[in-house]
Nanobody
């Protein structure tokens, strides 16, 4: 099993930046990729970004491409999501997730392990 704990959420104004972190523990050696998803009230969960653990290959949703950057620290089993130029539309609960096998990184079904989420609120 893999345990994931997110941190770094908060309330910011539009245009500001936040850095989310996801700390992984347990059987971290089985992680194939780690992703971030978000869910706003009344909306479905949506993919944000993902990184393949061994290669560092990244994938982004069109809505965050160029504003968000995902990175991983293999030694610390931590994944970060640097979010710049935040917009009110980015307001959501952000979840970290990990998958232990090949799959579509943008699909939630490809992930077996999920964190509890961290709230990000962007005011206009």
């Amino acid at each position: 099993q893999v345990q994931l704990v997110e941190s770094g959420g908060g309330l910011v104004q539009a245009g500001a930046s936040l850095r989310l972190s996801c700390a992984a523990s347990g059987r971290t050696f089985i992680m194939y990729f780690v992703g971030w998803f978000r869910q706003a009230p009344g909306r479905e969960r949506e993919f944000v970004a993902a990184v393949t653990w061994n290669t560092g290959s990244t994938l982004y949703a069109d809505s965050v491409e160029g504003r968000f950057t995902i990175s991983r620290d293999n030694a610390k089993n931590t994944v970060h999501l640097q979010m710049n130029t935040l917009e009110p539309e980015d307001t959501a609960v952000y979840y970290c997730a990990a998958g232990d096998r090949r799959g579509l990184r943008s699909q939630g079904d490809s992930y077996e392990y999920w964190g509890q989420g961290t709230q990000v609120t962007v005011s206009s």
